[in-house]
């Protein structure tokens, strides 16, 4: 069976820097996508930003500039650096998986991030 689990998150001061490292475990087909969506209180999940296996990435505007995603597929990980956090990246941080192949898509527990002076 396929887990995500999620690490890195934090309290962080405005403008300060975090890394969310999302390790998978289990048998995942190599042609998926990868991603980090968040929650804050309140509100919907959203979409953070995706990564192809060909390393093709698509981010939120409120991100661009800001965030960087990537992975290693043969670790099976994913990685989220966040640099100049500002207090309204507040939110729970979600991996995800889609397989491209089996029809499937996976959720870790999710890592909160705290932006707070």
């Known amino acids: 069976q396929v887990q995500l689990v999620e690490s890195g998150g934090g309290l962080v001061q405005p403008g300060g820097s975090l890394r969310l490292s999302c390790a998978a475990s289990?048998?995942?087909?190599?042609?998926?996508?990868m991603g980090w969506y968040r929650q804050a209180p309140g509100k919907q999940r959203e979409l953070v930003a995706t990564i192809t296996r060909s390393g093709f990435t698509n981010y939120a505007d409120s991100v661009k500039g800001r965030f960087t995603i990537s992975r290693d597929t043969a670790k099976k990980t994913a990685y989220l650096q966040m640099n100049n956090l500002k207090p309204e990246d507040t939110a729970v941080y979600y991996c995800?998986?889609?397989?491209?192949?089996?029809?499937?898509?996976?959720w870790g527990q999710g890592t909160q991030v705290t932006v707070s002076s």
């Open positions: 289990g048998s995942i087909f190599s042609e998926n996508v």
């Open positions: 995800n998986v889609r397989s491209l192949v089996a029809n499937l898509i996976y």
